[in-house]
Structure formats: structure tokens, C-alpha cells
């Protein structure tokens, strides 16, 4: 069987300056939501998934949505259909949010049907609800995820970093919710398993902030601290008040400290970001 192919960014050289259409849901019953610490969460399976619901973690989404975005050099994804001359018929957005990227794709794709599919019903009088449940052959499958392992290139991460204490911490919790963290990678051979062929691994990076010297990466890196700072309460309040018994302010104290760690220029981390993707064969291959 071929190895995946597999794209790794260059090295990020830090910068001395100074700091600165459709949405399926699974049932009307998950319109009753969980309401915890000032937050809302999905009722479908109650607590599998840990981050929130409400118009923050949707504004938040819909930013995250343009970082991936600018990432991409303006494209919605990387594998065939997303290309601007590529002609679909049906596409699925599982886990679409907002559904904004649902509503990118159909602008670009007018010919296409495109369903996007989430535990939440944030849409339901935009989209007519239907749901897809096969992958044609010779279509795509393409997995575009963040690895929450933060990483540096050149030591400046110290291993006692709040960052890196934070981590442990949520890795504890999904294994105490039943739901450890996948590592990314893994889903190559899943894939590859499944029977896809042409697998692709394009490895991005998210600087934590605007310390890289290149422009692009600084952009990057400014928008990415804008994301994850806003997004840390949506993050972490659950798995640590959940799993580790913690009160709100004391995770709201805890997120203050880990802020303070984010921006923090000397520390020239990144978030790996992954976009995996094949094609199911066709019936003659």
C-alpha cells in the first residue's frame, strides 16, 4: 500500500521586535441545552462534548472559520473539490458550527448540495434538513484538525510552562469523560484502513502569538492569539469544574495566568494543525 503523502511547513523564524445548503441535528430534543457557570451545552449525549453552545463560542467559531481561511491562502480546504473549478454534487460539513463554511462552499459551488450536520440546530430556518449517510465512489473525505499538544522548534516552551500544565490537565479529562484525545495522525491509517487511497498530510502551524518574524506567520499568529484567548474559558471551564472539581473562579484565575503565558513573545510555540484528506476508489479500482 503507498505511504501517504505528507506536506510539513517550514521552520518559523521568531521576530525580535517588540509585542504587540442544509444543517441536519440529530433530534428537536437537543434544543434543551445544558446550562452550567454562565454557559450553554449541547444536550445530545450529555457531556461528550465539552465545549459550549452560546452566541460567544458561535462568534468565536465564525473567527476561527477565517483563521483556517488564511491559513489555506483562501481556501476552504485542500483536497480536489474544493478547487474553484471543481464541479460537486453533494457535500457534507460534519461538525459545521455556525455553518458558515457550509455557506462559503455552496457560494462557490452554486451546483452544488450542501448539507452541514452538528449536535446543535443553530440554523434550523436557514437550511432544509436532510442527511447523507454514503460517500460516492470517487469522492473526497477531508479531515482538517488543530492538535491541542502545543509545540516549539527551539526550547523556548519550558516544560513547567502553564501552557503545558493546562494540557495535562484536559488530557486527564477526556480520559475521565470516556473520550481521550485521538492522536491526529492516527487517522491516516484509519483511512488508509477503510480502504482510501491518495491519502494527503498537509501540517500547518498556528503560532500562539505574533512572535514570528515572517508576515504571514505573524498574522497567524496574531489571529490564532485572538481565538484561543477568547476561546480558553470555552475550552477548559467544563473538563476542570467536571473532571477536577475546581470552581469557576478558580479557573477564571487559572485562564488569567495562562493569557499572560499565551502572549508572552519569548515563547516561540505553535498549535500543529493537520489537513488529511483521500479518495473513497471508484467501483472499477
Same mark, same amino acid.
Given at each position: 500500500m503507498a505511504q501517504p503523502q505528507q506536506v510539513d511547513p517550514a521552520a518559523i523564524v521568531p521576530d525580535n521586535t517588540d509585542l504587540q445548503s442544509s444543517i441536519a441535528s440529530i433530534s428537536s430534543s437537543i434544543l434543551n441545552y445544558r446550562r452550567e457557570n454562565g454557559r450553554t451545552y449541547h444536550a445530545y449525549k450529555d457531556g461528550k462534548y465539552a465545549l459550549p453552545n452560546d452566541e460567544a463560542e458561535n462568534e468565536r467559531l465564525d473567527l476561527q472559520h477565517n483563521l483556517f481561511l488564511l491559513t489555506?491562502?483562501?481556501k476552504l480546504g485542500l483536497a480536489p473539490p474544493n478547487k474553484p473549478d471543481a464541479k460537486v454534487k453533494h457535500v457534507l460539513d460534519i461538525g459545521t458550527g455556525t455553518g458558515i463554511w457550509a455557506i462559503d462552499y455552496a457560494d462557490e459551488h452554486p451546483e452544488a448540495q450542501v448539507t452541514g450536520v452538528d449536535l446543535?440546530?443553530?440554523?434550523?430556518? /436557514?437550511?432544509?434538513?436532510?442527511?447523507?449517510? &454514503? /460517500?460516492?465512489?470517487?469522492?473526497?473525505?477531508?479531515?482538517?484538525?488543530?492538535?491541542? &499538544?502545543?509545540k516549539s522548534d527551539d526550547g523556548s516552551l519550558s516544560p513547567d510552562n502553564i501552557m503545558l500544565k493546562s494540557l495535562a490537565l484536559l488530557n486527564?479529562?477526556?480520559?475521565?469523560?470516556? !473520550?481521550?484525545? /485521538?492522536?491526529?495522525l492516527s487517522l491516516v491509517d484509519i483511512m488508509k484502513n477503510i480502504g482510501f487511497e491518495d491519502v494527503v498530510v498537509e501540517k500547518f502551524k498556528w503560532p500562539i502569538n505574533s512572535w514570528p518574524r515572517d508576515k504571514k506567520a505573524k498574522l497567524l499568529g496574531s489571529w490564532c492569539?485572538? &481565538?484561543?484567548?477568547?476561546? /480558553?474559558?470555552?475550552? @477548559?471551564?467544563?473538563?476542570? @469544574? !467536571?473532571?477536577?472539581?475546581? @470552581?469557576?473562579e478558580e479557573v477564571n484565575l487559572w485562564l488569567a495566568h495562562q493569557r499572560k503565558a499565551m502572549a508572552d513573545r519569548n515563547t516561540h510555540a505553535y498549535w500543529p494543525l493537520y489537513s488529511i484528506y483521500g479518495r473513497k476508489p471508484y467501483k472499477e479500482d
Open positions: 489555506f491562502d483562501d446543535s440546530p443553530i440554523q434550523p430556518d /436557514l437550511f432544509h434538513a436532510y442527511m447523507s449517510s &454514503n /460517500l460516492v465512489p470517487g469522492g473526497y473525505l477531508e479531515i482538517q484538525e488543530v492538535d491541542i &499538544n502545543i486527564e479529562a477526556s480520559v475521565m469523560f470516556g !473520550r481521550p484525545y /485521538l492522536d491526529i492569539y485572538t &481565538n484561543m484567548a477568547c476561546g /480558553l474559558e470555552a475550552f @477548559t471551564m467544563a473538563p476542570l @469544574t !467536571r473532571a477536577h472539581g475546581w @470552581t469557576p
